[in-house]
């Protein structure tokens, strides 16, 4: 409404902004993401961030660290709209925790935290009309680039880097000038994610946040400590990192997510072959889609107890051999050829290439004799 005057190294902003309007798919799925904004109100500086999950304290945590480590440097004021939608569904409690813990994130780089009042978008003003602009150069570069679709999250991300490079190239100058005039930064990044246990069921997985992840079954009955991401989360056991797996969400209206690796179930599969047909989060243990559209194929033409038994011996044949890419191409050749895959002329094929791929190592061992003369000398050294 009334234009203001920002003093160099005062104001940082940040927002989040919905990318739904641009269609954007990795490998042929939506993704459901928005961005996490960051601007210098002065100069025009501004970090983009993809967020895979809600508005919440993790994404702005991560987001905001990113952007002012870009930069090198905090300003000494952050303007937020007080996480609003992060409070949703929080009690009072939950609320307390949150507003502490932005307030000691804050306090880490030595800036003021600030909030415009909730639903006044003018007084956001600096990053609210930013958006449309980010926006908009996104799909510029989209259309330029003649394609929605990405190969991976990793891609998009580059992608938007990129975008984002490119207008702060065009505020070179006064970015360098206010850049001089900007705190100087600690020493380290603080928290940006949360901590949780977990327990190992026989199952060989734990259930967070509605979500089911499998973990090796040499976890089972033990108790992990996670550090939950926005778009990962981070195992360990004691003070012992075991792995990284990528995080997932819970489905509409309540229904449970399911981040399935099938290296970690394969052998109790084997076990019981039969498990697979009407296994809930069956369609996520196929690694590829061949691989599901092959199941589809065996289910049509097989017996259900014949076909479980040669899928899950097919998957097993990916884990034990590491050939799931090469074995994934095999089956879609037999889906385009109308056939079904001769688990036996499959196994062949891939063992005899996983035993010819071996190295012969020959170890020659120096005869005791040569030992027992290094003893005979150093006594001899001792001696004289």
């Not at 920002?6 to 927002?15: E, T």
């Not at 945590?61 to 480590?69: S, T």
């Not at 909030?115 to 150069?137: T, Y």
Request: net charge neutral; with cysteine; glycine share 6%.
């Amino acid at each position: 409404m009334f234009r203001q005057v920002h003093q160099p190294g005062q104001l940082g902003l940040s927002d989040f902004t919905e990318m739904d309007s641009l269609d954007i798919t990795v490998t042929g799925v939506t993704l459901d993401h928005r961005l996490y904004h960051f601007r210098l109100a002065c100069s025009g500086f501004e970090h983009a961030h993809v967020i895979l999950g809600g508005e919440s304290y993790v994404a702005l945590a991560e987001g905001l660290q990113n952007a002012i480590w870009a930069l090198g440097g905090a300003p000494r004021e952050h303007r937020s709209d007080s996480l609003s939608a992060a409070f949703r569904n929080l009690d009072a409690d939950a609320r307390k925790d949150l507003t502490t813990r932005y307030d000691a994130l804050c306090a880490h780089y030595g800036m003021q935290p600030t909030r415009n009042n909730r639903g006044v978008a003018h007084e956001n003003g600096s990053i609210e009309s930013p958006h449309g602009h980010l926006k908009n150069a996104v799909r510029d570069a989209l259309l330029l680039r003649g394609s929605h679709d990405f190969d991976d999250l990793g891609s998009y991300r580059r992608f938007i880097d990129e975008i984002v490079g490119r207008i702060n190239a065009r505020n070179g100058k006064r970015i360098e000038a206010e850049r001089a005039l900007l705190q100087p930064l600690p020493v380290q990044r603080t928290c940006d994610y949360e901590e949780t246990r977990v327990y190992v069921t026989t199952t060989c997985g734990f259930v967070l946040r509605k979500v089911f992840y499998t973990v090796p079954s040499r976890l089972i009955g033990h108790h992990l400590r996670v550090r939950l991401y926005d778009d990962r989360l981070e195992l360990f056991l004691g003070s012992t990192a075991l792995m990284t797996l990528q995080r997932g969400r819970a489905g509409p209206n309540g229904k449970h997510g399911h981040v399935i690796n099938y290296r970690h179930v394969i052998h109790a599969l084997r076990r019981k072959p039969m498990a697979l047909l009407n296994l809930v989060y069956r369609d996520q243990v196929f690694p590829r889609e061949a691989y599901r559209l092959s199941f589809d194929r065996l289910l049509e033409q097989l017996p259900e107890r014949q076909a479980c038994r040669t899928m899950v011996e097919l998957l097993s044949l990916a884990h034990e051999h590491n050939c799931e890419a090469q074995l994934a191409q095999a089956l879609q050749q037999c889906l385009d050829d109308g056939r079904l895959p001769d688990l036996d002329a499959l196994c062949s094929r891939f063992e005899a290439k996983r035993t010819n791929s071996m190295p012969k190592v020959n170890v020659q061992l120096a005869p005791l004799s040569d030992y027992e003369a290094l003893l005979d000398g150093m006594a001899t050294e001792v001696t004289a």
